[in-house]
């Protein structure tokens, strides 16, 4: 009868804890340039940055920009408290031979977190990667 009991605690609290992790997600589109022209297949990526130890960072979603340097990420995860989006960009727009490639990084706004459907996707425009962005270093693994 006990292991009845335990068993129903159990799962009570499970269930629970489970409604705690909300879907949320982000979306967001733009294109990107390089000299003037279409940059196409630089790696584009979105993450959810987890703060707390012990808790990886999410990949909500990742493309390559296509032929006209145009790309669409949209993607969600479950936690308990508000996402941390950040959009990450690899290329070698004006990088010569230079090992590894740029990585510029831009923090979405919370306004743009949707819960499951994106209701309004975050435009970057058109951005021209010969731009020095201060937010930008270099990546060999991704």
């Given at each position: ?53 012990g ?37 070698d ?47 060999c693994?991704?």
């Amino acid at each position: 009868m006990h292991y009845c009991y335990y068993a129903l605690l159990i799962a009570i609290t499970i269930g629970h804890s489970s409604l705690a992790f909300r879907l949320q997600g982000v979306a967001v589109k733009g294109k990107l340039t390089c000299g003037g022209k279409p940059w196409k297949n630089a790696k584009v990526k979105l993450y959810d940055i987890d703060t707390n130890p012990g808790d990886s960072d999410d990949l909500l979603d990742e493309k390559y920009t296509d032929k006209d340097g145009e790309f669409r990420v949209d993607g969600t995860t479950r936690e308990m408290t508000p996402i941390d989006p950040v959009l990450y960009i690899y290329h070698d727009c004006e990088d010569s031979i230079k090992p590894c490639q740029k990585r510029i990084t831009l923090i979405i706004p919370k306004k743009f977190i949707h819960f499951g459907q994106a209701t309004a996707w975050m435009d970057i425009g058109t951005l021209s990667l010969e731009t020095g962005f201060p937010e930008q270093d270099r990546s060999c693994y991704h």
